[in-house]
């Protein structure tokens, strides 16, 4: 057995989990008036009702016991001040420091990065206001009209879902298209829509060698020469975000047109350094900083607020909960609100790549689950799709609903509808519907008695689902950034709780490194011996296929 499932808190956590597991949440609304209002947390604009929750007192001061035991305030800590949590690697992992709207220093390798971080946004203000006003003019002398922001995973994600999270508060006059599949029909649709001579191009890849952004990158380029532009054109349109300063002005681009990346910052947490350079262009400047603002104010919460009452530790614990004492596979993020419905991709992919994870920061094999899936759908299409499952599937699924008490140009009896339906979910998940309230409500029909119960056992709902709610006036810029941080400080905490690193993707990593050895391999450049006889097959068909093209 491991540390972690032989310490005093992990045991008394299962006991406690063995006591309550045929107890029903209903019983305990009926018997505890006051349990809403004592199982609530509020900050950074947010609300979080976490009553709908199988745990009592005891078990939330359980979850808290064990936060202790592993040590995740030191853990936390060490991460705000600069040490190399990301071990695998050797990095530090600062995040936090690229919305730090403080003047206190952050130091990695005994350097204050914050100069160079100040620097980066002074620079994203100055060209993000260039475009918008104008003056930024492209090689025939016209104005930007259109950015194609190219990128993967991170670097795309959290751009593109900020700007459609965002979209009333987007700029009038340049719209952005984001770009990331290596299926050549999404650059080709994207760049049939533009005008080359008004076209900015933003290129974010870290290494400048990123295959499906590089390739999309010069599909651009090619695009953009055969329009009749020459070469030198290439410094008014193409803009990069990378640490590779060689290979992107060796590309074309002006040095002065290159954003910098450093790598105390992993992909998945990078929307807030100059990878969030199309979340200005798109929002304006003032917005995105509203966005690290926001972020701030949720790191400040989580340093300083203490366990019972800190919202990501919250979350984070009710997470491990269900995960390791309840078998639950996965978790369901159902945002009431139509600009939020990419949030559960992203939180995918945060928390799917940090914590998916079987070894821990010692080499050990662990002996419990680790990071859940995570799947979602904005409400209320999924009441009509997945909830099914949820509502009277074997599988424990526990779900965040999110909704905004206010939304712009609001048309109120919608608003109520979505609301009601958020709210009722939450509600039918956690009482269910008894096979006697269903029996009674077949009382008026013509079934005899048989059918009636065997109808009323189908429509049985056992309830004892758990869910959270997520509340929030309305989704400012600043709020959104605070609901992000939320969600990158619970994965964090859930990886301290596991003992696994959160910060390196080494199975992302396998997977390039693959791509790039078959791709090889279908252009010739690699023997056929490199691959197992079902890759040798998959090859050999799509050769076959193309050899007359």
């Known amino acids: 057995m491991s540390s972690l499932t032989t310490q005093p808190e992990w045991q008394h956590l299962k006991t406690l989990a063995e006591s309550v597991k045929d107890n029903h949440m209903r019983d305990w609304f009926n018997t505890d008036p006051q349990r809403a209002d004592k199982m609530q947390a509020e900050t950074c604009g947010l609300f979080l009702d976490y009553s709908k929750n199988r745990v009592t007192d005891d078990v939330m001061s359980g979850l808290m016991s064990l936060a202790r035991a592993r040590n995740v305030e030191k853990q936390r800590d060490a991460m705000f001040g600069g040490q190399a949590i990301n071990q695998t690697e050797g990095r530090a992992v600062l995040h936090t420091a690229l919305r730090n709207l403080t003047d206190k220093p952050v130091y990695v390798d005994g350097e204050d990065v914050m100069p160079e971080v100040k620097a980066t946004l002074d620079k994203m203000r100055t060209f993000t206001e260039s475009v918008h006003s104008g003056e930024h003019k492209g090689y025939t002398g016209k104005a930007v009209k259109d950015i194609v922001a190219i990128g993967i995973g991170g670097s795309f994600l959290g751009p593109k879902i900020m700007t459609e999270a965002l979209k009333p508060y987007q700029q009038k006059g340049v719209k952005v298209h984001f770009v990331a599949n290596v299926d050549g029909c999404h650059i080709t649709d994207v760049l049939a829509s533009v ?276 509340l929030f006036n309305s989704l400012t810029p600043e709020v959104l950034g605070s609901l992000v941080a939320l969600y990158e400080h619970k994965v964090f905490v859930q990886g301290a709780i596991w003992q696994v690193n959160s910060f390196d993707q080494w199975g992302v990593e396998l997977g390039k490194v693959l791509g790039n050895q078959v791709l090889d391999g279908i252009n010739g450049d690699a023997s056929s011996d490199n691959f197992d006889a079902s890759t040798q097959q998959l090859i050999a068909q799509f050769q076959r296929a193309n050899a007359q093209k």
Not at 254 to 271: C, H, K, Q, T
Not at 365 to 394: K, R
Request: net charge negative; proline share 5%; glycine share 8%.
């Open 195 to 470: 005008d080359p001579e008004e076209t900015l191009v933003v290129m974010s890849s870290k290494s400048f060698s990123t295959q499906e952004t590089l390739q999309n990158t010069q599909t651009a380029k090619n695009w953009f020469l055969a329009s009749g532009a020459a070469q030198e054109d290439i410094a008014k349109h193409f803009v990069a975000v990378s640490s590779n300063v060689k290979a992107a002005t060796e590309f074309g681009i002006a040095e002065e047109n290159i954003f910098p990346m450093w790598d105390w910052v992993g992909g998945r947490y990078s929307l807030w350094s100059a990878i969030g350079l199309p979340i200005c262009l798109s929002l304006g400047f003032d917005h995105f900083h509203s966005l690290l603002k926001g972020a701030h104010a949720m790191d400040k919460h989580f340093c300083e607020a203490p366990l019972e009452s800190n919202m990501p530790v919250i979350m984070a614990m009710l997470g491990v909960w269900y995960r390791n004492f309840f078998g639950a596979q996965s978790h369901v993020l159902l945002p009431y609100y139509h600009y939020l419905r990419g949030l559960p991709a992203y939180v995918q992919q945060l928390d799917m790549e940090s914590n998916g994870k079987q070894v821990t920061q010692q080499g050990d094999v662990v002996d419990y689950e680790t990071g859940p899936v995570i799947w979602g759908s904005e409400g209320t299409n999924g009441q009509h799709s997945f909830h099914q499952l949820i509502h009277q599937g074997t599988s424990l699924i526990p779900a965040d609903f999110m909704l905004p008490l206010n939304v712009p140009n609001q048309d109120d009896t919608h608003h109520a509808m979505l609301a009601s339906n958020c709210f009722g979910q939450t509600q039918a998940l956690m009482q269910g519907k008894t096979f006697d309230e269903c029996y009674a409500d077949l009382s008026d029909t013509d079934m005899d008695d048989a059918t009636r119960k065997a109808i009323a056992q189908h429509k049985t709902m056992p309830g004892n689902k758990p869910s959270n709610t997520l």
